[in-house]
């Protein structure tokens, strides 16, 4: 009986995580569009930690490497793309300077892509795992790269380089200016 309670709970938890999603998915995209002012102590912990972070990501797939065929390199070009996209969003980027003071608002529409991209990582796993539980390799393969697992560290790569290059142009453009 205890055993029913817990898997019980267990789905209930997992059927309000899954009713709740979409409504952290605007949460997000909310958060992500707002005017912010940078603390300065967050903002060099961000320049430090983000690129560490995917550092520390690619050491992980250079690891995943042995299970997974091509997830390191899918990995790095995941990262270099979204190193050359986080400068762009960054040059997207609305900064206001006032006196002592300083805003930045992201762009929306790169945040919203970003967004998108990330519900359709969630969504690619998902028919990934659903087409190798039917046997179905012939369908993944004709993806070609999207049906491989590694395919998704790459969109993992792409946000984790967008935001690592994404806090250090924060850093740089605007350490002068923060308090």
């Not at 938890?13 to 009713?19: K, M, S, W």
């Not at 997974?68 to 790095?76: I, L, N, R």
């Amino acid at each position: 009986m205890p055993l029913l309670l817990l898997a019980i709970v267990l789905l209930g938890v997992f059927a309000l995580l899954l009713l709740l999603w979409p409504l952290a998915l605007w949460n997000r995209y909310r958060v992500g569009t707002s005017r912010r002012r940078p603390p300065r102590w967050l903002t060099r912990l961000n320049a430090w930690l983000i690129p560490a972070s995917a550092v520390l990501f690619l050491a992980g797939m250079g690891i995943a490497q042995l299970f997974v065929p091509h997830a390191f390199s899918y990995a790095a070009l995941g990262v270099l793309a979204g190193l050359a996209l986080g400068g762009l969003g960054w040059l997207l980027t609305r900064v206001e300077h006032r006196p002592g003071q300083v805003w930045y608002t992201p762009n929306r529409w790169l945040v919203l892509a970003l967004t998108l991209l990330v519900v359709a990582r969630v969504f690619a796993g998902i028919w990934q795992a659903w087409e190798r539980m039917r046997g179905g390799q012939a369908a993944l393969a004709a993806w070609g790269p999207l049906g491989e697992p590694a395919g998704l560290f790459a969109v993992a790569g792409l946000v984790i380089g967008y935001h690592a290059m994404y806090a250090v142009a924060l850093q740089w453009r605007l350490g002068r200016w923060l308090r």
